[in-house]
């Protein structure tokens, strides 16, 4: 059974920084990208970060120079930096996953449930 547990997020005010952590567990038989998907408030739930199994990366272009996407493979882990965070990043942060499970199965997409990043003075 695979799940994926986020932390770091949090009120900051604007201008400040926070650090998401997404952690999958579960048997994997390979991880291909993680990443980091965002909805905010009214909003449909739109990218911000990719990085590939070789560690390229893709970014919203309202994020770039501002946040930063790394992985740990040991752990299973993607991260998420934010910096400058502005009242506009205010929404719920989800990470993925797209990984097989099965050495012949197809790959599919898994979803953590979601951390409320807001940015407010």
């Known amino acids: 059974q695979v799940q994926l547990v986020e932390s770091g997020g949090g009120l900051v005010q604007p201008g400040g920084s926070l650090r998401l952590s997404c952690a999958a567990s579960?048997?994997?038989?390979?991880?291909?990208?993680m990443g980091w998907y965002r909805q905010g408030p009214g909003k449909q739930r739109e990218l911000v970060a990719t990085?590939?199994?070789?560690?390229?990366?893709n970014y919203a272009d309202f994020v770039k120079d501002r946040f930063f996407i790394s992985r740990e493979y040991s752990k299973n882990t993607v991260y998420l930096q934010m910096n400058t965070l502005q009242a506009e990043d205010t929404a719920v942060y989800f990470c993925?996953?797209?990984?097989?499970?099965?050495?012949?199965?197809?790959?599919?997409?898994?979803w953590g449930q979601g951390t409320q990043v807001t940015v407010s003075s």
């Open positions: 993925y996953v797209d990984a097989r499970v099965t050495r012949f199965g197809s790959s599919e997409d898994y």
């Open positions: 990085i590939g199994a070789g560690g390229g990366t």
């Open positions: 579960g048997i994997f038989f390979e991880i291909y990208d």
